[in-house]
């Protein structure tokens, strides 16, 4: 029998049939699952990695079957991370079928580092977060930035992107707040839809989704924003989602646009709702939501993966780290998988454990016929995607020219430019913008001062200064230890010691105060001030920029277009009592969702 499936001329829906009727079981489980794999030194295929807990990468491909793979950190050189790809390809093309791998990564291209939301990657441009992206507030620019970075996913293999994350960020304190595109569903709605056309090639920059494509998985259905307290949901105490202001149907309005936009994926997130029509589980797990709900009602028919490790208990950097198995604790493993499947997922997120669903299908609680259903859904994005053809295998010497060119370079720094947001401009001294030409003694603190000296007198103290330029950060509580110390939670006020520190110095030097705003930090202090302390003479909010860019701003070589993508509360007491589901809730807010000065 002729191998159709091989065939490029065949229609794909010829060529997924004719592979999955050649497909033992456990090569049709295997599909079923997407773990992180890590690259070993100097881009070798990994012998496992016992920080993350995660296994060799050869037996994940020849012995559980196993094809899709999230990316975990990048070798050094965009040329090993390339060669590492292509390993994998190799590895996958001498199994029996020679199923290509589909391989994935979260957000690369910004400044967070936490390995269970965002990576940098140093070889790649490099552009604000998604939140400045909301701050420049143009559609056209954040489909260029998934332009940009879909050919540069591509030149190294990666061909699945696991966002964007349209998350609404409803509740100030939320660790994940970063990675959304603000409060507003408007907005996020806009913009998560500039990012899909981007990274799928289905607007002004692309053919339309096929082989030059990077298949986009929107986050978190039906909205992560809503947590109890604010805590994240990696964690057993911050499992809840609560809905008091009755704002359910909001947090899906992002994603009712970005379905009709045609995503081609979906992540449900690990909440549980608490106080609505839904069954209290993770909705992972919750058939309410994942097929009456996106499937039925909502009519998304592409993929749904299931977030990272709701199955299987693990250890993670030393500590334990238990299944988020929010509301089914109880349920054993080889249970949480078949209450996964019968919510209508396709596949499990973060798992290896093949053994479970062969084990179902042995004993007739799942049939092969529901897992096949997935299968096609899957085997169907591989062949759209080129994998089975010439999209295998990534030229090395194009990916280095391709990745982190000098033109991607400056249209990431342009864009981390046009997203700084100046909230407050006095007059005085450090009016912005700043007078050039050395004219100012300048001291930096908390950035890197060679940065500004084309424009500035830079001097080793701020009594010495004219002018005193702090950067800051959004402040958060210290958890941990390990893995848990990646997410920055909790209150966002600053400490009595670093505000009267602060404070201090705005009394004796006017101050130019620059905060990075990976959430909606509290800073009423600097902002109004009193008598005795008056606070900044400006200030600035930045979502992820370097002192180069900043320095082109306040000294006035590039014009700041940045608009706050959320309300910045008055009190951390207002965060706490505003309802954690309705956008701008805060009450009486320093400064409100779209303010931003022109200079």
């Not at 994940?60 to 050094?76: C, M, R, T, W």
């Not at 085997?379 to 033109?407: C, N, P």
């Not at 000294?555 to 505003?578: T, Y």
Request: aromatic share 8%; net charge negative.
């Amino acid at each position: 029998m002729s191998e159709l499936y091989k065939d490029s001329t065949a229609s794909t829906p010829e060529r997924v049939e004719d592979l999955l009727s050649r497909m033992t079981i456990e090569e049709k489980v295997g599909q079923l699952f997407q773990q992180m794999i890590a690259p070993g030194p100097g881009g070798t295929v990994s012998e496992g990695d016992p920080v993350f807990g995660l296994p060799p990468t050869r037996g994940l491909i020849e012995d559980k079957q196993i094809s899709h793979f999230n990316v975990l950190g990048a070798p050094d050189t965009t040329r090993e991370f390339a060669q590492w790809i292509n390993s994998l390809q190799e590895i996958a093309e001498n199994t029996r079928l020679g199923i290509p791998v589909s391989i994935s990564s979260d957000p690369r291209h910004a400044f967070t580092d936490n390995p269970a939301a965002a990576l940098m990657t140093r070889t790649f441009s490099q552009w604000p977060e998604t939140l400045g992206l909301a701050a420049i507030g143009d559609e056209d620019i954040t489909e260029e930035f998934g332009d940009i970075a879909r050919r540069e996913y591509i030149a190294v293999g990666i061909r699945t992107a696991l966002h964007p994350q349209i998350d609404l960020a409803t509740e100030a304190r939320w660790a994940r707040g970063n990675g959304t595109f603000g409060e507003d569903a408007t907005l996020t709605a806009r913009m998560g839809c500039a990012y899909v056309r981007g990274f799928q090639g289905t607007g002004k920059f692309g053919e339309g989704f096929g082989t030059t494509s990077v298949s986009a998985m929107a986050k978190h259905f039906p909205g992560g924003g809503p947590q109890l307290d604010g805590e994240d949901p990696h964690f057993e105490y911050g499992r809840e989602q609560v809905y008091p202001g009755g704002m359910f149907d909001l947090h899906l309005e992002p994603f009712k646009a970005i379905i009709a936009e045609g995503t081609r994926q979906m992540m449900p997130y690990y909440g549980m709702p608490i106080g609505t029509e839904w069954e209290e589980v993770g909705f992972g797990f919750n058939k309410g939501i994942l097929t009456d709900l996106l499937r039925n009602r909502l009519g998304f028919e592409g993929i749904i993966c299931t977030d990272w490790g709701l199955i299987s208990d693990v250890e993670i950097m030393g500590q334990p780290f238990p299944a988020r198995a929010w509301g089914v604790e109880h349920l054993s493993e080889k249970e949480r998988a078949l209450k996964i499947i019968e919510a209508g997922a396709d596949q499990f997120g973060g798992e290896t454990r093949t053994d479970l669903i062969l084990e179902l299908v042995a004993e007739g609680a799942l049939t092969e016929d529901r897992i096949d259903a997935s299968v096609r859904r899957l085997l169907t994005e591989k062949f759209e995607l080129g994998l089975f053809d010439d999209k295998r295998y990534v030229d090395l010497d194009e990916a280095e020219r391709i990745v982190g060119s000098e033109e991607f370079r400056a249209k990431g720094l342009a864009a981390q430019r046009a997203s700084i947001t100046v909230l407050k401009n006095s007059e005085g001294a450090a009016h912005l913008p700043l007078a050039g030409d050395q004219q100012v003694k300048l001291f930096v603190e908390g950035g890197n001062a060679e940065a500004y000296a084309a424009y500035a007198t830079i001097v080793d103290s701020a009594e010495d200064a004219d002018v005193v330029l702090v950067r800051a950060k959004t402040p958060f509580e210290e958890r941990g230890p390990g893995f848990e110390a990646f997410f920055h939670a909790g209150s966002l006020e600053f400490t009595d010691e670093e505000r009267e520190r602060i404070l201090a110095l705005c009394v004796a030097k006017p101050v130019i105060m620059d905060i990075y705003l990976e959430r909606p930090a509290i800073i009423t202090p600097f902002a109004e001030g009193t008598e005795e302390a008056p606070g900044a003479s400006a200030i600035v909010a930045n979502y992820g920029a370097s002192d180069e860019a900043l320095a082109d701003v306040l000294f006035g070589a590039s014009a700041p277009k940045g608009r706050l993508p959320f309300d910045l509360p008055r009190s951390i007491a207002a965060v706490v009592e505003a309802n954690s589901d309705t956008p701008f809730d805060t009450k009486d807010p320093v400064y409100r969702f779209g303010h931003g000065l022109s200079l």
